[in-house]
T-cell receptor, first 115, second 113 residues
Framework: GENVEQHPSTLSVQEGDSAVIKCTYS??????FPWYKQELGKGPQLIID?????GEKKDQRIAVTLNKTAKHFSLHITETQPEDSAVYFC??????????????FGRGTQLTVWP | GAVVSQHPSRVICKSGTSVKIECRSL??????MFWYRQFPKKSLMLMAT?????????EQGVEKDKFLINHASLTLSTLTVTSAHPEDSSFYIC?????????FGEGSRLTVL
């Protein structure tokens, strides 16, 4: 099955700085790569995703890049704010048509943004 | 994005009792729902895939008789923790797929005394 590795496990940045979280995956059949933000005591929230037919996607301060050849994808958060502090999970899965298979999650990154 | 509602958000029960957690897709129909378990500071562990109108598919190591899953309609799946014990205390999260994206419920914190 798929194996997703996520680094770093913890990340501390100063408010206004950028944060980068990296993930690698093993299954070349994976073609959907979502990122989730989980605040304490809550369920994960989808913040951005990318599919294998694009190399980069951006939504305001958040961007995701994908390198299918190297089998890695990254989350970039610019101009970080204290409210960005949370655990971030990457995931990977194959999608056939519109049918989403099970997601394989990374271990998570605890991001702390200091004011 | 799509909304997945989970209830209750917190439940405390005595050892030996059963607890039911509901997961509803509020604005879309979900043929498939997923149930996860999460330990403190850990990633999400898939427990089972819930299929509407058929039996759930459990991951290896998950006890089918302990964690009963019923997906009675396209908008509701339930997880029943039977004869709960303190080691079943955990954060249980459901998710559902809508048009190729996966959305999560808010989670249910189960504490077994």
């Amino acid at each position: 099955g798929e194996n997703v590795e996520q680094h770093p496990s913890t990340l501390s940045v100063q408010e206004g700085d950028s944060a980068v979280i990296k993930c690698t995956y093993s299954d070349s059949a994976s073609n959907y790569f979502p990122w989730y933000k989980q605040e304490l005591g809550k369920g994960p929230q989808l913040i951005i995703d990318i599919r294998s037919n694009v190399g980069e996607k951006k939504d305001q301060r958040i961007a995701v890049t994908l390198n299918k050849t190297a089998k890695h994808f990254s989350l970039h958060i610019t101009e970080t704010q204290p409210e960005d502090s949370a655990v971030y999970f990457c995931a990977a899965t194959p999608v056939r048509g519109s049918t989403l298979g099970r997601l394989y999650f990374g271990r998570g990154t605890q991001l702390t943004v200091w004011p | 994005g799509a909304v997945v509602s989970q209830h209750p958000s917190r439940v405390i029960c005595k050892s030996g009792t059963s607890v039911k957690i509901e997961c509803r897709s509020l604005d879309f129909q979900a043929t498939t729902m997923f149930w996860y378990r999460q330990f403190p500071k850990k990633s999400l562990m898939l427990m089972a895939t819930s299929n509407e109108g058929s039996k759930a598919t459990y991951e290896q190591g998950v006890e089918k008789d302990k964690f009963l899953i019923n997906h009675a309609s396209l908008t509701l799946s339930t997880l029943t923790v039977t004869s709960a014990h303190p080691e079943d205390s955990s954060f249980y999260i459901c998710s559902a797929s809508d048009d190729g994206e996966l959305f999560f419920g808010e989670g249910s914190r189960l504490t077994v005394l």
